[in-house]
């Protein structure tokens, strides 16, 4: 089994910056894509950005420019720096992994944590 626990999220002002931390714990496995998602009231849950043990990426369009995600290999943690922050970007952002375990290929979901945007 892999544990995904995410940290960082908060309230913060239009502008500003926040960054995401998300861990994935367990024995014995390897991680293939790590990930952050979102999901704002009474919309469904969106891409925001994925990153490859590899180090390729892939970003939602409305967040390029502003997000970098990266991923710690050492730690099995992926990061997502938030910039220029708007309010639009509200929501509960999801930390999935899809690892490879056991000779099998699963996919993992954190429980979130919240983004709060102020005007």
């Known amino acids: 089994q892999v544990q995904l626990v995410e940290s960082g999220g908060g309230l913060v002002q239009a502008g500003g910056s926040l960054r995401l931390s998300c861990a994935a714990s367990g024995s014995s496995f390897s991680i293939n894509f790590m990930g952050w998602y979102r999901q704002a009231p009474g919309k469904q849950r969106e891409l925001v950005a994925v990153i490859a043990s590899g180090g390729s990426t892939n970003y939602a369009d409305s967040v390029k420019g502003r997000f970098t995600i990266s991923l710690d290999n050492a730690k099995n943690t992926v990061y997502l720096q938030m910039s220029s922050l708007k309010p639009e970007d509200t929501a509960v952002y999801y930390c999935?992994?899809?690892?490879?375990?056991?000779?099998?290929?699963?996919?993992?979901w954190g429980k979130g944590t919240v983004v709060t945007l102020s005007s």
């Open positions: 999935k992994a899809i690892v490879r375990y056991s000779g099998s290929v699963l996919t993992y």
